[in-house]
Nanobody
Framework: QVQLVESGGGLVQAGGSLRLSCVAS????????MGWFRQAPGKERELVAR????????YYADSVKGRFTISRDNAKNTVYLQMNSLKPEDTAVYYC?????????WGQGTQVTVSS
């Protein structure tokens, strides 16, 4: 059974940083694209960053480009999201999943709250 467990969220002031982690278990993701998604209150879930597990190539939404960095550690089966220069509009629950996302892979997510 695939399990994705997110952690690392919290409350930070605008301009601060957080590093999110997503530990994957239950299968290998070497042929997958993995992404970080977020969902703010009243809004749809959106993809913010994506990494190709095998090559490390990345994609970022315009709203986070230059501030967020996605990476993966093959040995630890873990995907990271380094978030710098955080803004109040980054406040959301952050999730990891494959890209495109699979319904059965959604975890609990981790809450990120950025105060102004």
């Amino acid at each position: 059974q695939v399990q994705l467990v997110e952690s690392g969220g919290g409350l930070v002031q605008a301009g601060g940083s957080l590093r999110l982690s997503c530990v994957a278990s239950g299968r290998t993701f070497s042929n997958y694209l993995m992404g970080w998604f977020r969902q703010a209150p009243g809004k749809e879930r959106e993809l913010v960053a994506r990494v190709t597990w095998s090559t490390g190539s990345t994609y970022y939404a315009d709203s986070v480009k230059g501030r967020f960095t996605i990476s993966r550690d093959n040995a630890k089966n873990t995907v990271y999201l380094q978030m710098n220069s955080l803004k109040p509009e980054d406040t959301a629950v952050y999730y990891c999943n494959s890209v495109p996302p699979r319904g059965g892979y959604w975890g609990q997510g981790t809450q990120v709250t950025v105060s102004s």
